[in-house]
């Protein structure tokens, strides 16, 4: 990739430019440091971390954090379900997690139909 550069650990502070981008103000994350990179164009990736502290201790999770269902939806802990980018497996695209919320909605019913 001759025209481009990855670069990690940095924040995006500001774009700047008055009709097209110009420049980018970035602060390095480790050194404090902030610079002024000019750039055409950026393409920004957040990352994929997932937040399941809320449920970490209650239900298995893998070693990337997303929490583990069967195929029902449901977590290791009985009546507890995960849907969407949390879940492990799941393929990260919004129409998916939307899916998976209906889904996880069915099969809750059905597992309270199970336990009476
Ligand atoms: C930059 C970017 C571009 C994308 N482009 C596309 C695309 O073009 N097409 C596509 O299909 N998908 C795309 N996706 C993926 C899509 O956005 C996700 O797959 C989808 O939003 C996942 O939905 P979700 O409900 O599982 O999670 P989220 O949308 O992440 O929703 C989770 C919510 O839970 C909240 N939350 C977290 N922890 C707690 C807590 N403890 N208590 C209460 N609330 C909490 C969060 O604040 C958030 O609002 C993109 C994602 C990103 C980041």
Redesign the pocket.
Known sequence: MPNMSVTVNHAIKAFKGKHKLEAVLVQDRASGEVKEWRYDGVF???GLAP?S??VKGLVEIDEGGFVVTDKTLMTSLPGLFA?????AG?????????G??ATAALMIREYLKSVG
């Open positions: 920004v990736f957040i937040k502290d809320l849907a969407g980018d949390v879940r799941a393929t990260k695209q919004a129409a998916s997690a939307a998976e919320g």
